[in-house]
């Protein structure tokens, strides 16, 4: 899938709800009340992931997750980021 330009980027991520743009990524931190509540939001994303066939990368502490998107075949943002922000959103709306 091809890179989007920085302005379609920058387009793009004022749709999303959680997320920043970075220069060649995208990136969103949510609070849960405990470990356990964010194991299962990892695992919501960890089935969306498989289902759009893109991968997050992941960060967890305690009940603290960030997940971070880029594409890597494409050294940087596509619509594939921003379309599984868009389904990450819609899993806490
Ligand atoms: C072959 C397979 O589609 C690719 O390796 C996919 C898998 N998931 C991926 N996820 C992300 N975030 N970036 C990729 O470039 C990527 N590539």
New binding site residues.
Partial sequence: MEKLRKEEAQDLIKRLKNWKLQDEQISAQWQFTDFTEAMVFINKVAILAERH????EIFNVYNRVRLT??????GGLTQ??FDLAMAIDELLS
Avoid: C, F, Q, S
Wanted: hydrophobic share 15%; aromatic share 0%; glycine share 8%.
């Fill in positions: 066939g893109h991968h997050p998107l880029t594409t890597h075949d494409a594939k980021d």
